[in-house]
């Protein structure tokens, strides 16, 4: 399967705990999203990578957030002392810039849930 | 305001039956225009691309864009219960600049 991948696919944890998202884009894609999905909502962006670049950040994304793209490959997306308001589902998607349409492929989701 | 809305329906229709979905959208910067089907608790797949207005049809599927309105639709002709899905709208200012702005979706069920 070279699609994006994503893992783990649920969590659920306590209020206050820390969670790592961890998200491997399509091979040749330069570009990484991550996203946030609640219930009837659509995506809401939160940040993207151009390679290792972060290039923007989401003021969604507060202090709790990070993100990591270290080498250019896979990235996580940690967050910091979970609040029940953080219970969504968590997409990453990639993309590339060199030719095609720039369309984004997305994973299959990260669902959260804080107890 | 949201730069795009997006009617969350539901929407409950016949097998057989031709659905209109429609985005509106407030930032004339945007060019590219997409839709993406989203079952549930899978994540989006891309289903439609147009760049600026027009049309464009792909089988069972067209989508429009009218710049000059803000206003993009899909048309699903022949529906199937297997098109039964969310329909988000997306647009971004150009392929390679970065982020999609997305609808709160469409929920669309075809009953057989």
């Known amino acids: 399967d070279t699609g994006v991948s994503q893992d783990p696919r649920h969590k659920i944890t306590k209020r206050g705990q820390n969670v790592t998202f961890r998200c491997d884009p399509i091979?040749?894609?330069?570009?990484l999203y991550w996203y946030r999905q609640t219930l009837g909502q659509g995506p809401e962006f939160l940040t993207y990578?151009?390679?290792?670049?972060?290039?923007?950040k989401s003021r969604l994304l507060s202090d709790r957030f990070s993100a990591e793209r270290p080498k250019g490959s896979f990235s996580t997306l940690e967050i910091q002392r979970t609040e029940q308001g953080d219970s969504a589902m968590y997409l990453c998607?990639?993309?590339?810039?060199?030719?095609?349409?720039?369309?984004?492929?997305f994973g299959e989701g990260s669902r959260l849930t804080v107890l | 305001q949201k730069e795009v809305e997006q009617d969350p329906g539901p929407l409950s229709v016949p097998e057989g039956a031709i659905v209109s979905l429609n985005c509106t959208y407030s930032?004339?910067?945007?060019?590219?225009f997409m839709w993406y089907r989203q079952y549930s608790r899978k994540g989006p797949e891309l289903l439609m691309y147009?760049?600026?207005?027009g049309n464009k049809e792909d089988g069972r599927f067209t989508a429009q864009v009218d710049k000059s309105s803000k206003y993009i639709s899909l048309f699903i002709r022949d529906s199937q219960p297997s098109d039964s899905a969310t329909y988000l709208c997306?647009?971004?200012?150009?392929?390679?600049?970065?982020?999609?702005?997305f609808g709160r979706g469409t929920q669309l069920t075809v009953w057989p």
């Open positions: 997306a647009m971004n200012r150009g392929s390679t600049l970065g982020r999609l702005y």
């Open positions: 998607a990639s993309s590339s810039t060199q030719g095609g349409t720039g369309e984004l492929f």
């Open positions: 147009t760049y600026s207005s």
């Open positions: 990578f151009q390679n290792e670049a972060q290039l923007e």
């Open positions: 091979s040749e894609h330069n570009r």
């Open positions: 930032n004339s910067a945007f060019q590219y």
